[in-house]
T-cell receptor
Framework: GAGVSQSPSNKVTEKGKDVELRCDPI?????LYWYRQSLGQGLEFLIY????????KSGLPSDRFSAERTGGSVSTLTIQRTQQEDSAVYLC???????????FGPGTRLTVL | AQSVTQPDIHITVSEGASLELRCNYSYGATPYLFWYVQSPGQGLQLLLKYFSGDTLVQGIKGFEAEFKRSQSSFNLRKPSVHWSDAAEYFCAGRGSQGNLIFGKGTKLSVKP
């Protein structure tokens, strides 16, 4: 069907609250990436899932950030105790088997007040 | 460390004029390189990619890019810009886990 989808498209939260961001990848695409786009830092890699392997968390900025991927499909990025510097657009991308071409979702704009 | 640099933050061109957006990379081996475009409020769309072979690659929307190893560059070009090309353009290289390492982006404005 359609491409990568993300929800919600916009999220406004108060400092200290937890948020969950969702990514629905293209069916059959085994690789899934999360990125963050902010004015000061540009586009940064956060975390990578490949099939059922343990994720590569090397890009996560702090232990307040975590992500999971259930059944090799839907992924959720969780930010605990949000801070104002977490305000950004969070992008999800996926890639099919044996390809390096990533397809991006529309992103979730997170605003922490 | 692997890195991608886009020297120009903002470029303005007249509609119908030619365009070249610069991208330089720092990689130990031959990099996989990409150009993405992001229109306001939209996600990232792949324009073209280079993995190996012919150093001049064609993409969508009339864009092309040339890989030049001697200059560590992968510049994006278009012979005639349309107003709808106004957007932000990102050059990226493939990281060790398949993740993308992005440049800071170049914002393109098009004058009528």
């Amino acid at each position: 069907g359609a491409g990568v989808s993300q929800s919600p498209s916009n999220k406004v939260t108060e400092k200290g609250k937890d948020v969950e961001l969702r990514c629905d990848p293209i069916s059959g695409h085994t690789a899934l990436y999360w990125y963050r786009q902010s004015l000061g830092q540009g586009l940064e890699f956060l975390i990578y899932f490949q099939g059922n392997s343990a994720p590569d968390k090397s890009g996560l900025p702090s232990d307040r950030f975590s992500a999971e991927r259930t059944g090799g499909s839907v992924s959720t990025l969780t930010i605990q105790r949000t801070q104002q510097e977490d305000s950004a657009v969070y992008l999800c991308a996926d890639a099919g088997v044996g390809t390096d071409t990533q397809y991006f979702g529309p992103g979730t704009r997170l605003t922490v007040l | 460390a692997q890195s991608v640099t886009q020297p120009d933050i903002h470029i303005t061109v007249s509609e119908g004029a030619s365009l070249e957006l610069r991208c330089n990379y720092s990689y130990g081996a031959t990099p996989y390189l990409f150009w993405y475009v992001q229109s306001p409020g939209q996600g990232l769309q792949l324009l073209l990619k280079y993995f190996s072979g012919d150093t001049l690659v064609q993409g969508i929307k009339g864009f092309e890019a040339e890989f030049k190893r001697s200059q560590s560059s992968f510049n994006l070009r278009k012979p005639s810009v349309h107003w709808s090309d106004a957007a932000e353009y990102f050059c990226a290289g493939r990281g060790s886990q398949g993740n993308l390492i992005f440049g800071k982006g170049t914002k393109l404005s098009v004058k009528p």
